[in-house]
C-alpha cells in the first residue's frame, strides 16, 4: 500500500498549522462551554418571564427544531422535502391522541413519537426516493396533503376544530424556582437538535452526504449506498419533525391549519432566509418567519404582503440566506487579510491525483468532498462549463454530471489512512472584490488535536464498514 | 350516471387548464408557480370589478384575461428569474412563488375586502338537457373552450418553432442560447400563454364560485393534482387528461361516497397513482401512447 500522495502535501503544512489549531481546539472548548452555560441561563430566565414573551420564543424555538430537521436533507443531502409539516403534524397529533384517549405520559409517548415518525419517514422516503429532485418535493408534498386532508376529515382528529394539546407535567416542588418545565423542556430539545446536526457536521459522514448532495453518480461509483444513506437521513430528519410536533402539542390547540403544505414551505422560507446548510441559520430564519406576526403589527392584510415581499426578496437578493451571506463576507475578508494565502494551489492538483491512484488501487476508504463555492469559470485542471452540466477534470480525466455552476464539488476518494491525511478545506473563496478573475486565493485548512482526531478514526472505521465496498462492488440503485 | 359525468367533464376541464397552465410554465423553466391559483383569481377579480363599474362583460373578460397574463409575466420575473439566475438548479423558487402568491392575494384582499362579489353570468343562465341529464351553457363553454385551447396548445407546441424552441429551452438553456434562442423571451411566453389558460380557467368558473380573493389556493390545489395525476410535468396536455378524470373521481365520490369525499378521495386515487408511476398516468404514454398527428410544418 503506497502513501496516499495527499499525506505529503498536507505534512508540509503542518507543523504551524497544528499548533494553531491546539490552541483553537482548547479555545474551542472554552468558548463551547461557556455558550452552553449563557444558553443554560437564558432558559432559566425565559422559564420565568412573562406568558407572552415564552409563548413567542417557545413557538420560535419548536419551529427552529423544525427547520433543522429540514435543513438536515436539504442542506447536506439537496433533498428538498415538503412533507416536514405532516411529519410535524403526525407527532402532534399523535401525543393529542393518545393523552386525551388513552390518558398515557407525555414521557412514554415521546420514544413512541419518534419511532412512528422515523417508520413513517422511512417509508415515505423510500417511496418518494424512487424520483430525485423535483420529483421528490412533489411526491413528500402531496405527502403532506393527504394528511391535512385526513387530519380535516376523521372523526379522531376533532375536525377543523382540532384538539386541545396535553398540558405539560408540573416539576416538583423543590425545582419550581426554575419556572415553566415545557420551556425547559423545548429550550433543552433545541440545544440537543442543535448539537446533534453541528456533531454530525464534524463527523466523517458529512462528506459523504455532501458527495450524494453535489455529485451522487461519483459517490455511487465510489462505493457509498447512496439509497440507504439518504433514506436513513431521511428517517431521522422526520423522527427530529416528529419529536418537535410532540413539543408543539404542549403550547395550546392542534389542528389541521398548523400542519398543512404552506407549514412544509414556511419551513423551507426557513431554512433558505436563514442559510442553507448552516447550523444558526436555520434558527435565525424560523424566529424571523415565526415571530413576524407578532412583531409587526399592522393590518393582517398588509402585514401578510409584506411578510411575501420580504420572503422574494430574502431569497432573490440573498440566495446564500442571512449566515450564508455573512460566512462569504467574513471568509473574503480573512482571505484579504491573510495576504493571500499560498498554500491552496498546491493542494489543489494534489486531490485528482489522490482519486486516480487510490481509486485504481481499489482502496477506497473514505469519501471526501470539497466543496467549491462559487469560484470563476475556471479552477486549476478543472473547467465547468456555465450550465454545470459536465465537469472535466483533466488530471484524471473524469467526466461527470454536477449540479450547480457555482457550488461545485468533487467526491474525492481519499486516503488508506483517514486518521492523518483527514482534512477539510473549508471556503475556497474567490471573492469578486479580492480580485475578480475567478483565481484562488487562500484556503483554510484545519486540523484537529489528537483526541478529535482518535474520536475521527474511530468514527471513520463505522462508516467504511457501513458506506465503503470497493468501487468494483458499487451499485446502481434504481433512479 | 350521465349527469355526474358531464358536470364532472365540466368542472375537469377548469381543473385541467389551471393544471395545464402550472405545466406550461412547468415544462419550459422547471418551475412549478405556486402563484397559478393566485393569477387565475386575479382574472376573476378583475373581471368582476371592471363589470361592476359598469363596463360590458366582454370587455371585462378581456381586461381580465389580460391583467392575469401581466400577473403571470411578472411573478416570472419577479420570483423566477432572479433565482434560475443565480443557480439554474436552485429550489428558492419554492419559495419565491409562495411569497408571490401571498402577495398576490392579500392584495387583492385588501382591495377588494374577503368577501365574495357578483361576476357576470355569462352563459350561467342556459341551461341544456342532453337526455336525462341538466347542464348550464357555461358548463358546455368550459369544455368546448379547454378542448379547444389544449388541442391548439399541443399544435404550437409540437408543429411550430416556437414550440420547438420552448423544447429546445427547456431541456438546455445554455445550448439553446448558445444558438441563439432568447431563453428570457421564451420563458416570458411560456408563463404568459400560462397566465392566459389559468385567466380562463378563472371566466370559466367564475360565474359559479363568484369572485372572491381566496378562490387561488383552492383552485391552484386541484390544477396542481390534476397535473401530477395527468402527468403533466411531461407532457402539458396531459394535465389536461388528468383534469378531466380528476372532474369525475371528485364528482363521483360526491355522488357514490358521501357529499364531502371529494375532498379527500381525489388525494387518494393520486397516492396510488404516484405509487404506481411516478410520472403520472398519460404523461410517459404509460397508459395512453402519444398521439399521431400530421405533419402540417416541415
Request: proline letters at 5%; charged letters at 10%.
Amino acid at each position: 500500500m503506497s502513501k496516499a500522495p495527499l499525506d505529503g502535501r498536507v505534512g508540509e503544512l503542518s507543523p504551524p498549522v497544528l499548533l494553531h489549531a491546539d490552541l483553537t481546539a482548547r479555545w474551542r472548548g472554552v468558548s463551547l462551554g461557556v455558550v452552553v452555560l449563557v444558553y443554560l441561563l437564558a432558559t432559566w430566565g425565559l422559564a420565568n418571564a412573562s406568558l407572552n414573551v415564552q409563548s413567542l420564543i417557545l413557538v420560535a424555538a419548536v419551529f427552529g427544531i423544525l427547520a433543522i430537521s429540514l435543513d438536515l436533507v436539504s442542506g447536506m443531502l439537496g433533498l428538498y422535502s415538503l412533507g416536514q409539516g405532516g411529519f410535524f403534524g403526525i407527532g402532534a397529533y399523535l401525543t393529542a391522541i393518545a393523552v386525551a384517549n388513552y390518558n398515557m405520559s407525555p414521557f412514554v409517548l415521546l420514544p413512541v413519537v419518534i419511532v412512528v415518525s422515523a417508520v413513517i419517514g422511512i417509508l415515505i422516503g423510500a417511496m418518494s426516493l424512487r424520483v430525485s429532485g423535483l420529483y421528490f418535493a412533489i411526491t413528500t408534498f402531496i405527502f403532506t396533503l393527504v394528511l391535512t386532508v385526513m387530519e380535516t376529515d376523521l372523526q379522531i382528529t376533532g375536525g377543523t376544530q382540532g384538539l386541545l394539546g396535553p398540558a405539560f407535567p408540573t416539576f416538583p416542588n423543590r425545582i419550581t424556582w426554575l419556572g415553566t418545565p415545557v420551556a425547559w423542556c423545548i429550550l433543552l430539545a433545541l440545544l440537543l437538535a442543535t448539537g446533534l446536526v453541528w456533531n454530525l457536521r464534524r463527523s466523517p459522514l458529512y462528506p459523504v452526504l455532501l458527495a450524494i448532495r453535489d455529485a451522487e453518480p461519483f459517490a455511487e461509483a465510489a462505493g457509498v449506498r447512496t439509497s440507504a444513506i439518504k433514506i436513513g437521513i431521511f428517517g431521522l430528519s422526520a423522527a427530529m419533525a416528529g419529536g418537535a410536533g410532540w413539543l408543539f402539542s404542549f403550547l395550546g390547540v392542534v389542528s389541521p391549519g398548523q400542519f398543512d403544505w404552506s407549514v412544509s414551505l414556511n419551513v423551507l422560507v426557513m431554512i433558505l432566509v436563514g442559510g442553507l446548510n448552516t447550523t444558526l441559520g436555520p434558527l435565525i430564519g424560523a424566529a424571523f418567519v415565526s415571530m413576524f406576526p407578532a412583531v409587526v403589527d399592522i393590518n393582517a392584510w398588509l402585514q401578510e404582503i409584506l411578510y411575501g415581499a420580504l420572503s422574494i426578496v430574502a431569497v432573490t437578493v440573498f440566495p446564500e440566506g442571512v449566515v450564508g451571506l455573512l460566512k462569504t463576507r467574513l471568509t473574503a475578508w480573512r482571505v484579504i487579510g491573510a495576504g493571500r494565502g499560498d498554500a491552496a494551489p498546491q493542494n489543489v492538483r494534489a486531490m485528482p491525483a489522490a482519486t486516480r491512484e487510490d481509486s485504481t488501487a481499489g482502496e477506497a476508504v473514505a469519501v471526501a468532498s470539497i466543496s467549491v463555492t462559487r469560484l470563476g469559470r475556471r479552477f486549476c485542471a478543472m473547467s465547468t462549463s456555465r450550465s454545470g452540466a459536465a465537469i472535466s477534470m483533466a488530471s484524471s480525466g473524469q467526466m461527470g454530471p454536477v449540479r450547480a455552476p457555482w457550488r461545485t464539488s468533487l467526491p474525492v476518494v481519499c486516503a488508506p489512512s483517514p486518521v492523518r491525511s483527514w482534512f477539510r478545506a473549508s471556503g475556497w473563496t474567490a471573492s469578486r472584490r479580492a480580485g475578480g478573475r475567478g483565481s484562488v486565493y487562500g484556503a483554510r485548512f484545519r486540523r484537529r488535536s489528537s483526541s478529535a482526531n482518535c474520536r475521527q478514526a474511530r468514527m471513520s472505521r463505522w462508516v467504511s464498514t457501513r458506506i465503503s465496498r470497493a468501487s468494483s462492488g458499487a451499485r446502481r440503485s434504481g433512479r | 350516471l350521465l349527469q355526474f359525468i358531464l358536470s364532472g367533464l365540466a368542472t375537469g376541464a377548469v381543473y385541467g387548464l389551471i393544471g395545464m397552465a402550472l405545466a406550461i410554465s412547468f415544462y419550459v423553466t422547471r418551475v412549478i408557480n405556486f402563484a397559478q391559483g393566485q393569477i387565475m383569481m386575479t382574472a376573476i377579480m378583475i373581471t368582476a370589478a371592471v363589470s361592476a363599474a359598469g363596463y360590458a362583460a366582454w370587455l371585462a373578460v378581456i381586461l381580465g384575461i389580460l391583467s392575469a397574463c401581466v400577473i403571470a409575466i411578472l411573478s416570472y420575473l419577479i420570483a423566477v428569474r432572479p433565482i434560475l439566475a443565480f443557480d439554474r438548479f436552485s429550489f428558492g423558487w419554492l419559495v419565491s412563488t409562495l411569497g408571490f402568491a401571498v402577495v398576490v392575494e392579500n392584495a387583492a384582499a385588501y382591495i377588494w375586502g374577503p368577501t365574495s362579489r357578483p361576476f357576470p353570468s355569462i352563459l350561467n343562465g342556459i341551461s341544456i338537457h342532453i337526455a336525462t341529464a341538466v347542464v348550464t351553457g357555461q358548463q358546455v363553454l368550459a369544455l368546448a373552450v379547454a378542448v379547444i385551447l389544449a388541442a391548439s396548445f399541443e399544435v404550437v407546441r409540437t408543429r411550430t418553432l416556437l414550440g420547438k424552441l420552448a423544447v429546445a429551452v427547456a431541456s438546455d438553456p445554455e445550448m439553446a442560447s448558445a444558438i441563439g434562442a432568447d431563453t428570457t423571451v421564451v420563458a416570458i411566453v411560456a408563463f404568459a400563454i400560462s397566465g392566459l389558460f389559468a385567466a380562463v380557467a378563472g371566466i370559466l368558473i367564475g360565474p359559479s364560485t363568484f369572485a372572491n380573493p381566496y378562490l387561488g389556493s383552492t383552485y391552484g390545489i386541484s390544477g396542481f393534482t390534476a397535473m401530477m395525476i395527468g402527468g403533466g410535468t411531461e407532457k402539458p396536455v396531459a394535465a389536461m387528461y388528468g383534469g378531466l378524470l380528476l372532474g369525475i373521481l371528485a364528482e363521483g365520490a360526491n355522488t357514490f361516497i358521501d357529499s364531502q369525499a371529494s375532498d379527500w378521495f381525489p388525494f387518494l386515487v393520486l397516492v396510488v397513482i404516484l405509487v404506481l408511476t411516478p410520472r403520472g398516468l398519460f404523461g410517459s404514454g404509460w397508459l395512453l401512447p402519444p398521439l399521431r398527428l400530421p405533419r402540417l410544418v416541415r
